[in-house]
């Protein structure tokens, strides 16, 4: 098949294991076909637990016999650095492999590759600044120093909306920490980490500090969670696989990071500034096809203000191109599979079902090949609907009123998830006020989906665990280690006692 882009080329791809591109033991190989064309775009490798426990068993000798762990923070902080670069300099091959294996707009893949190289180098500085603490209060004879250690071998999991941007969010500050790494992609997205593995050795990375190992969530991410021999895991996915993985971690009580899911509302007041919300609302939902934990898909708007401003958010959602993601002009591309399409569509059925009222779209849209659905508007939602408070993960908006800021919190607060919020106001109080009452790892106030490195990132309740991104981000991989140091003649155990 051919596109705007030039004919569409299919790759086999092996795993990194050791430094070696190797096969599953078993030999067996699975295809990814483009969601958006229907083409061959890869074949990988179809690992099981034996292929993970071989990659674990590299990861773990590596970490405990090697150097790699006692390099310096200058070094680390190089390769990351180089890494930057390489990804830098294989951008567009990068970006075209991210769209054909997730059907994501390629203009918007070649903003995520800028977006992952300033992750890469905000790494490099950390990698640098890691450091423990000393107390020199704790006597004449007495001095406490702490250390930051490496946590060990690690084991990053990821999802396939954003593939080589999450796994950007884990690796480059587990290397900066000393840590070794067994890397497990999504099964439908694999392409760009492996690619980063060529890149890692390329930049001078030891062999077996990273192992990519292919294959699907169970047996390959189940056999990571359950291994003894992993220290740590840090997962993106869904809640549901989420708690399996703290179930897993039990075993050998692995330390888990988690970031999952999420039901982002958008709080729109009358006052604020609406040309700005408009297009954040627009943005904020239809971005990454909905397929984004950060998905702003729930729009909270104030009841005075709803019947005159919800049909300019349909006019502007209009405009919305939707299409072969290799169109320049496409904002909305193909939804990842058939699974994810019913799913989505079984949430907009729902809607019909509801007394919600359709205000856009609501279908997929025929086309000969790919998977694609309109950006949909959905008004009326009420707050106990699936479609206010159960993840989609589509372009799928749904509009909720309410009547005051008690309300709106309220609503805000009613989902099991907490990952982020934005609230539109140009009142200081208000805004601040919302943004205390909401329980969410991260509000934005006047804008929507911003994330500079330095700003931590990760959800309240079931919207994960822990915090990546930040000036702690590569601490996440560390154990604290207290060394105390006594000096003159210790006080005997004896001492006192009667004889
Ligand atoms: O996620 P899974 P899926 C949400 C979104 C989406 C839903 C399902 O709502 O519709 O999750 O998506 C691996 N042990 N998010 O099915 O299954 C799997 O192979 C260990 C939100 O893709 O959670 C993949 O590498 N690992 C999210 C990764 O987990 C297992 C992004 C994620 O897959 C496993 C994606 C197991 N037992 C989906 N089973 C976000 N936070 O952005 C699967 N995996």
Redesign the pocket.
């Known amino acids: 098949m051919s596109s705007t882009h030039g004919p569409i080329q299919s790759h086999d791809y092996q795993m990194l294991i050791d430094g070696h591109w190797v096969e599953s033991h078993s030999g067996r190989r699975y295809e990814r076909h483009s969601p958006a064309h229907d083409v061959l775009v890869g074949t990988y490798p179809e690992a099981d637990a034996k292929d993970v426990d071989i990659a674990v068993a590299v990861a773990r000798r590596v970490f405990d016999e090697s150097d790699w762990p006692h390099t310096s923070g200058a070094e680390r902080a190089a390769l990351l650095g180089k890494v930057s670069v390489l990804i830098h300099e294989n951008a567009e091959e990068l970006a075209l492999i991210e769209t054909l294996e997730s059907g994501k707009p390629l203009n918007q893949a070649r903003d995520e590759m800028g977006w992952t190289c300033a992750i890469w180098d905000y790494a490099a500085t950390l990698a640098r600044h890691l450091r423990g603490d000393a107390y020199n209060n704790l006597g004449p004879d007495m001095l406490g120093i702490t250390v930051r250690e490496p946590i060990g071998v690690v084991g990053l999991?990821?999802?396939?909306?954003?593939p080589l941007l999450?796994i950007s969010q884990k690796l480059p500050f587990a290397l900066a920490a000393g840590c070794t790494c067994v890397v497990?992609?999504?099964?439908?997205t694999p392409g760009t980490t492996l690619r980063l593995g060529e890149l890692l050795l390329q930049a001078g990375l030891a062999p077996g500090v990273v192992n990519i190992v292919t294959g699907?969530?169970?047996p390959?991410?189940?056999r990571?969670?359950d291994h003894h021999d992993v220290d740590m895991i840090s997962?993106?996915?869904?809640?549901?696989?989420?708690k399996?993985?703290v179930a897993?971690s039990q075993g050998n009580l692995k330390k888990v990071t988690l970031?999952?899911?999420?039901k982002n509302p958008q709080v729109l007041f009358p006052d604020a500034d609406l040309d700005a919300a408009l297009d954040a609302v627009v943005f904020g939902v239809y971005f990454n096809m909905g397929?984004?934990?950060n998905s702003g898909s729930r729009l909270l708007i104030h009841q005075d203000m709803a019947d005159k401003f919800v049909p300019r958010i349909i006019e502007h959602a209009k405009r919305v191109k939707v299409g072969d993601p290799l169109d320049p002009a496409t904002k909305v591309g193909a939804l990842i599979s058939d699974a994810?399409l019913k799913?989505v569509m079984g949430y907009i059925e729902s809607g019909r079902k509801s007394a919600a009222r359709f205000r856009l779209g609501g279908n997929r849209l025929i086309t000969d090949k790919g998977r694609f659905v309109e950006p949909t508007i959905i008004d009326h939602v009420t707050a106990d609907m699936p479609l206010a408070c159960e993840?989609v993960?589509g372009p799928v908006l749904s509009v909720i009123r309410f009547k005051d800021e008690s309300e709106a919190a309220g609503i805000v607060n009613s989902t099991m998830y907490g990952l982020s919020a934005a609230v539109w106001t140009r009142d200081l109080d208000r805004a601040l006020t919302m943004a205390r009452r909401i329980h969410a790892g991260t509000v934005w106030i006047n804008t929507f989906m911003s994330g500079p490195q330095e700003l931590p990132f990760g959800g309240y309740r079931q919207s994960g665990l822990g915090r990546e991104l930040g000036r702690f981000a590569a601490e996440e991989y560390t154990e604290l280690k207290t060394i105390q140091l006594h000096m003159g003649p210790r006080t005997s155990w004896w001492a006192g006692l009667p004889r």
């Open positions: 999991i990821t999802p396939w909306n954003f999450i497990k992609p999504s099964e439908l699907f969530g169970d390959v991410g189940q990571l969670c997962f993106t996915g869904s809640t549901r696989v989420g399996q993985v897993a970031e999952l899911g999420g397929e984004c934990c994810h799913k993840e993960f």
